[in-house]
């Protein structure tokens, strides 16, 4: 059948079990969806937008073309390439075999905000079951096996599947650990370098430069390290077994972009959006402004509208937490010029200040507020990314293999 309903439930503030919102409907015929909000759930003095742009509350929603149909927060609570790779090795077939909405409608209850698609309303809620952080030696076995295409135990599996349901391309998985959620994030066999302590290391120097950085940790479990950050988008109630869940919605929700239509990446576009939807619009666009400029100091390319978040309330949105920040590795002699993601001022994605203080009046900035942000976040990183990085455990030889992303 090319049309498919889905019920959208919303987990509301401080609750933890979630109602139904409307009805989704996806035409996989022509690539579009569209939704409808419950009448009764329109009525709850609490009832929060499921997507703060595209489908505000008391306006009938349009229907959605961009990513093959599916609104921007709907899509952002879908399975990425791990997710869906761990799926489909329960389906038994390749990622590619299963549909937009097969990921939507199968994706569990570790994934991101505060949203769940099934198939009634009668349906039960999913079971919310990740593993204890000491199961975690064999969830990164079990996710090596993964990435070689090998069989994995189907105990194993289900605990993988239970934490996995999340964005981004890297081995990863939801765990319990101290009463809370973290995502772990494991190596992979792809790795030239101690990724997962690259990343802790990085976002310590993030710290220490002032951005909003969730709790972190860096645990060894057997030969391997493993980056654990704290899920801002789940909130503990009651016991360490309950958690209520907070909207959540990429830049490139916010955007109103389609993933593949790179061209219009942009931040100065993302600052608009901040400044009409935000709560706090002139701590966001500062904010903001200082992950760019960190992001072009510690060679950070990866810093595409995914990678920025935003946590939704029925008022307005605030930008998320950082995350998914580390640097890429470049050679000594290559070059010093690089690009980010997405557009940063007149010099398109062109990773200098100077391009970047060029927008600085996007950002609510004068050019010398601008720079001097810059060069703080460049002296401070510079003064210690070598002791960061080596008080994370890096060897001498991956600190060897980060410096030309650093000194330039």
């Avoid at 390749?94 to 994934?111: K, M, Q, S, V």
């Avoid at 996710?143 to 105990?155: H, K, N, S, V």
């Avoid at 790179?262 to 903001?288: F, G, N, Q």
Wanted: aromatic content about 8%; overall charge negative; some cysteine.
């Amino acid at each position: 059948m090319a049309l498919t309903d889905l019920i959208v439930f919303c987990y509301l503030s401080g609750e933890i079990e979630a109602v139904p919102a409307g009805r989704f409907t996806h035409d996989s015929a022509t690539g579009v969806g569209s939704f409808q909000y419950g009448r009764r759930y329109l009525e709850r003095r609490n009832a929060l937008p499921l997507d703060y742009v595209a489908l505000p509350l008391g306006v009938t929603p349009q229907p959605v073309a961009i990513n093959r149909g599916l609104y921007g927060a709907f899509r952002d609570a879908s399975p990425d390439y791990w997710g869906r790779l761990v799926m489909a090795s329960r389906m038994k077939c390749a990622p590619e075999a299963l549909t937009e909405i097969d990921y939507l409608g199968r994706a569990n209850a570790t994934r991101v905000g505060n949203l769940d698609f099934r198939e009634s309303v009668d349906q039960p809620e999913p079971t919310l079951m990740p593993p204890q952080f000491q199961n975690i030696a064999d969830l990164i076995d079990a996710a090596l096996m993964l990435e070689q295409g090998g069989i994995i135990d189907e105990r194993i599996r289900l605990l993988l599947e239970q934490g996995s349901s999340l964005g981004g391309g890297r081995p990863k998985c939801t765990v319990q650990l101290d009463g809370q959620l973290w995502l772990a994030k494991f190596p992979s066999r792809y790795d030239s370098i101690n990724i997962p302590a690259v990343e802790y290391a990085t976002m310590k120097l993030a710290g220490m430069c002032g951005l909003n950085v969730p709790d972190i940790r860096l645990v060894s479990v057997g030969p391997h390290d493993v980056f654990l950050i704290q899920r801002f988008d789940r909130v503990s109630e009651l016991s360490a077994a309950c958690w209520s869940r907070r909207g959540f919605m990429s830049s490139l929700s916010l955007a109103e972009w389609d993933e593949r239509d790179r061209d219009r990446w942009s931040y100065t576009t993302v600052a608009e959006k901040i400044r009409r939807c935000s709560i706090s619009p002139a701590a966001d666009l500062r904010e903001l402004y200082k992950r760019i400029a960190f992001n072009i100091t510690v060679r950070n390319t990866d810093d595409h509208p995914r990678n920025h978040g935003f946590l939704m309330e029925r008022e307005g949105v605030s930008l998320s937490p950082l995350y998914d920040v580390v640097p890429s590795l470049t050679h000594s002699g290559v070059g010093t010029e690089f690009y980010l993601a997405m557009t940063l001022g007149k010099e398109g994605r062109l990773a200098q200040v100077d391009n970047l203080c060029s927008s600085a009046s996007a950002f609510g900035l004068s050019q010398t507020e601008g720079r001097n942000i810059a060069a703080e976040i460049h002296k401070k990183v510079m003064d210690e990314w070598r002791d960061v990085c080596i008080a994370s455990g890096l060897s001498s030889n991956d600190v060897q293999m980060l410096e030309p992303s650093f000194v330039r």
